[in-house]
């Protein structure tokens, strides 16, 4: 990555000052250096938020996990640090969303009438419910229930984060950080978050192929729902709905194993 803070030469020169010793100077050159990448989070996460979410408040949010992701970073694993950053930069914007609770009244009533209908339906049926059950139980017809998916699915723009715990120490990792990324190898965090993935990885194994490749293209490779729509030949508001149902179905099953 080159950018503001200079050659990639001088990053990596920058980068063994500051491990030698938490440069103040190096921390500063290299915050300089990653901020565009920051930025460049900032747009991609924006682009599924309402209007009144302030890019810069994203930003200054973001710049919390990457002064995180210097501290904590450790070159010999032996992979990029915008591989480790970017998942950190992004979790400290949505905490920052959290902390501000920029969601309108009804949209949280909408999310939480989903998580509860997906949640009956699933004990009912023993198994992820489909749409028209979805929406028979919600009494609406095909396109109330498209304008209700629209509408929910803005409260579950973060629910991808939610951590999951694997044991009775709380160890765990988040779902995001258990779909597969073919360029990113951690063995220790691996073998750190071993349960939380098996059980990860079985909730989103449950899936369709379909709503599989809406959670990888919309979250790994961060394509927004109109790019996901050219790709799997459908509308942008359909992918909209199939993400909202799949976020609210993976909140329904996380509660529930670990209630």
């Given amino acids: ?66 002064v995180n992701s210097l501290d904590n970073f450790s070159p010999e ?13 992004k979790g400290a914007m949505l905490d920052g969303l959290r902390d501000v609770d920029w969601l309108p009244r009804s949209v949280r009533q909408k999310s939480r009438r989903l998580d ?23 009494g609406l017809n095909g396109d109330e229930y498209s304008r209700f998916m629209e509408s929910a699915g803005t409260g579950s723009m973060l629910s991808l984060d939610t951590r999951i715990s694997a044991g009775d120490d709380g160890e765990g990792g988040s779902l995001h950080e258990v779909i597969p ?12 978050e071993k349960d939380a993935r098996e059980h990860a990885k079985l909730l989103i194994s449950q899936l369709s192929e379909q709503e599989r490749a809406v959670v990888a293209l919309y979250y790994y490779e961060e ?19 199939i993400h909202t149902r799949v976020l609210a179905t993976l909140r329904v099953r996380i509660k529930q194993a670990s209630g």
């Fill in 1 to 66: 990555m080159n950018g503001e803070g200079g050659t990639t030469g001088d990053i990596q020169q920058i980068w063994v000052d500051f491990n030698r010793g938490r440069d103040s100077r190096a921390r500063e050159q290299l915050l300089i250096h990653y901020l565009p990448l920051v930025k460049m989070v900032a747009g991609r996460l924006k682009v599924g938020l309402p209007g009144s979410v302030e890019f810069g408040d994203l930003v200054s949010s973001g710049l919390m996990g990457l």
């Fill in 77 to 89: 694993r032996g992979f990029k640090f915008e591989t480790y950053a970017v998942p950190r930069i």
């Fill in 116 to 138: 509860q209908v997906i949640e009956k339906l699933s004990i009912e049926l023993s198994r992820v419910p489909h749409e028209h059950e979805i929406a028979l139980e919600l």
């Fill in 181 to 192: 990324d073919i360029n990113h190898g951690d063995p220790l965090t691996d073998l750190e």
């Fill in 223 to 241: 394509l927004t729902f109109k790019e996901i729509g050219e790709v799997l030949g459908v509308s942008e508001s359909r992918i909209c709905q």
